[in-house]
């Protein structure tokens, strides 16, 4: 089941950024602030943003919420603090998917430990932004316009869906490019659900329903193979091992 | 004006406006002074090996027959070129033609008449100073062996030696080192002259008349004193009075002084010096890469964008005004200096062409008035640089584009852009992820196709990629700026498109190979 709730902690410009980003994504994005911020706040700015503080009993905010229905982001601007959050939030809802930042590798380890689901390491993602735009100009714009959907191109996530005609099918011998005019760049095999098949690695794996097929292609040609082979609904994360 | 002087004007206008002329003196200049010259090094290194050769010439002629040729060579080859070089250095020193235009021209302003003979002396006052300089000394008496058959003279060899602190740069930096303890030597030299002075002559009068003694000269008496003062000792001539003894006393004691006063100013002056002698030798450095990343502020983004970088093979220089954060980077193994990016005098200093050898300028300081100062600055020397800037605050964006900087990189957007991803399709950014950080050996690379594949290849099919088990995510096609994803087999490929290819590393460096040489190493 897809959340329906974005629960951020932290009101800063990453927690802004990360409201803007959400807001057509979710059915409600909410915040929680820490007291001395959200005292600043005007009355009319108050709406579905909460109070909160490191000290408070999680029980009452776990109460509101169902696990499965939430993803939680973790944008407080101290990576002590985020750790605190996260280890409160995991022992209150233990399935729910909690996305935090860190400021870099060594805090990404700690998050992890705590019960992050995944983090987002500030420092190594905008280093590694710089250094594409400067080394690799065409590919960076070209991912940009890819992950961020700012151009026709799109890159989807396909689970075959049972007696597709693809099924049990070797994946090399599938005309991928000329028939379907997508390009699948990798596969995760359903039984070994935590690597990546790249198929430039040349495995020609045997395709399985259950197995996602990473492709990279324009908008109607992956709803198209998404209707032939796909399962009716878009792969989430949670079938998708850390 | 009489007619020396209108002849001595129109003749200095005639050499500024001749360009050949002009040309020759800079590329002299150049090739003798300028240590940023590429070609410099190899007439220093032309010199250095005539200075020994000269002197191994001097050595084997003690007590061997050295060949005629050899000795021709010294005297005459080795004499000649180090003339000429004397005379270029006489005739670059100063520009006379520059001197007396300058002199003509404010003598108009002045209304007063212009006087022939006060230029001459103008002239000869600048190339005299030239001539009295030590080092034009030194030359001059390098020189001497070419014009003296005398063996004594010969001995002026060995001025050649003192040559090799125009060529190497390491004695010219101990040089100015011990020139900054002038004063200290001065003195310590005039102490010491007096206490030998005073021994020498003490010695003399308690010691010339003894029929034991060996001191029977005043030359004998100031000999035993500098071989005492300097605490060599050789002990062929000793004191043999008490008198003479309690002389000795005085002057150990006053030994032991000299010694070590000299000693403690040599070392005081390189412990000072000594930053600002690494530092000029790290700007000379900076001077000498071809291409790198010019990066301004070392704060925490640069630390990750400096190692990145340099993985990938790129030389990267880093620039900050915080010496405690140079000597982080330093201390890292980083190539970095303590010159503040914003300021235009730092590049003048560093002597750098930004167009020829800087990729690019990233602005990194955590800072967005620091990082608009710094990007302006650039700007205002050169347009076409490129220019990559952080940005703090969403509010000074405008300016950081006012300011001419083409990349800005906003940390907040991008970490709520990726945030967005990780929401949706966590599987795709995943492989996205692992394509970035190329840890799965599979890589995403950008591939110019230039005017040698041109020749052979236009047409997608003829690229062979199953072969090497490429995917072609698609041709940029640089003159519409426009990016062809999927192009199948019929598509034409143009010089100057960029190829985004994936595949495992060392099969791309086949598939480039190929395409340059068109030969499967398969």
């Known amino acids: 089941m897809r959340p329906k709730y974005a629960i951020i902690f932290g009101y800063n410009e990453y927690a802004k950024q990360i409201t803007a980003h959400l807001e057509s994504e979710y059915d409600k994005v909410i915040s929680y602030i820490l007291p001395h911020t959200y005292n600043r706040l005007k009355e009319e700015e108050k709406k579905d943003r909460f109070e909160f503080d490191l000290s408070d009993n999680w029980d009452e905010i776990g109460a509101q919420y169902n696990e499965d229905e939430i993803i939680i982001y973790c944008a407080l601007d101290d990576d002590a603090e985020n ?138 040609d992956i709803d198209a193979l998404e209707l032939e082979v796909g399962e009716s609904y878009e792969t989430y994360w949670r079938n998708w091992g850390r | 004006m009489n007619f020396l002087a209108r002849w001595t004007v129109d003749f200095s206008y005639y050499l500024r406006a001749n360009k050949p002329y002009q040309n020759i003196k800079t590329f002299f200049k150049n090739l003798l002074d300028n240590n940023n010259y590429p070609y410099k090094r190899y007439f220093d290194m032309m010199m250095i090996a005539l200075i020994f050769t000269s002197v191994f010439i001097l050595i084997g002629e003690v007590k061997n027959d050295v060949h005629e040729g050899w000795k021709l060579f010294n005297d005459y080859v080795v004499s000649l070129i180090f003339l000429i070089e004397y005379l270029l250095r006489l005739w670059t020193y100063s520009d006379n033609s520059e001197l007396v235009i300058e002199s003509y021209e404010k003598s108009l302003y002045l209304e007063r008449p212009f006087s022939f003979f006060r230029i001459l002396r103008k002239l000869i006052r600048v190339k005299l100073k030239y001539i009295t300089s030590i080092a034009a000394i030194i030359d001059l008496l ?63 009068i308690m010691e010339a008349n003894n029929p034991n003694s060996s001191i029977n000269t005043l030359f004998d ?26 002389v000795a006393i005085l002057i150990i004691i006053s030994g032991i002084g000299v010694i070590s006063f000299t000693t403690s100013i040599i070392v005081s002056a390189f412990t000072e010096k000594l930053d600002e002698i690494k530092e000029s030798q790290h700007i000379a450095d900076v001077s000498k890469i071809k291409k790198f990343y010019l990066v301004c502020g070392y704060d925490e983004v640069s630390v990750s964008v400096v190692q990145k970088l340099i993985q990938r093979g790129n030389k990267v220089v880093i620039l900050d005004s915080s010496s405690e954060k140079i000597k982080r980077a330093q201390s890292e193994g980083f190539t970095a200096l303590n010159l503040d990016p914003a300021e235009r005098a730092t590049y003048h200093k560093i002597n750098i062409d930004l167009k020829r050898q800087v990729k690019a300028v990233l602005c990194l300081r955590q800072d967005d008035v620091a990082n608009v100062y710094t990007a302006l600055s650039i700007r205002s020397m050169n347009s076409e640089i490129k220019l990559l800037s952080i940005l703090m605050s969403i ?127 398969l």
């Open chain 2, 395 to 521: 509010n000074n964006k405008k300016k950081l584009e006012a300011a001419g900087v083409n990349e800005i990189v906003y940390t907040q957007e991008v970490v709520g852009m990726v945030a967005k991803e990780l929401s949706g399709k966590a599987v795709a950014f995943e492989a996205i992820h692992a394509l970035r950080s190329e840890h799965l050996g599979i890589h995403l690379e950008e591939l110019v196709f230039d005017e040698r594949m041109s020749e052979k290849f236009t047409m997608v099919k003829e690229f062979n990629l199953n072969k090497f088990r490429i995917i072609l995510m698609g041709i940029y096609k640089k003159e519409r700026e426009r990016f062809f994803f999927n192009p199948l087999g019929e598509s034409i490929v143009d010089e100057g498109d960029i190829l985004v290819i994936m595949g495992d590393k060392s099969l791309i460096k086949e598939f480039t190979l190929y395409l340059h040489t068109k030969k499967a190493h």
């Open chain 1, 83 to 220: 750790i605190f959050l996260t280890i409160s939030l995991r022992e209150v809802f233990k399935t729910s998917f909690i996305i935090t930042l860190g400021q870099n590798s060594e805090s990404e380890d700690k998050l992890l430990l705590a019960g992050a689901s995944k983090v987002i390491p500030i420092l190594q993602t905008t280093a590694n932004i710089i250094t594409e735009i400067l080394e690799k100009p065409v590919i960076t714009q070209l991912l940009h316009d890819i992950l961020f959907e700012q151009s026709d191109l799109k890159i989807a996530q396909i689970t075959i869906k049972k007696d597709a005609h693809i099924d049990k099918k070797k994946l090399n011998d599938i005309a991928w490019q000329e028939h379907y005019g997508v390009i699948v760049i990798a596969v995760v095999d359903k039984e070994l659900s935590t690597s990546f098949l790249f198929t430039s690695k040349g495995y020609n794996h045997a395709l399985d329903a259950g197995d996602i097929l990473v492709v990279v292609g324009y908008d109607k």
């Open chain 2, 221 to 246: 008496a100031f000999y035993w004193s500098i071989v005492t003062i300097f605490t060599v000792g050789y002990g062929d001539i000793t004191p043999a009075t008490d008198a003479g003894r309690a």
């Open chain 2, 142 to 204: 390098a020189i001497m062996p070419f014009f003296h058959q005398l063996r004594l003279l010969r001995i002026f060899i060995l001025f050649r030696v003192f040559k090799l602190f125009r060529y190497t740069k390491s004695l010219q930096h101990f040089a100015k080192v011990l020139a900054v303890k002038k004063f200290e030597f001065v003195t310590l030299f005039v102490f010491a002259s007096i206490i030998v002075f005073i021994s020498s002559v003490l010695i003399y």
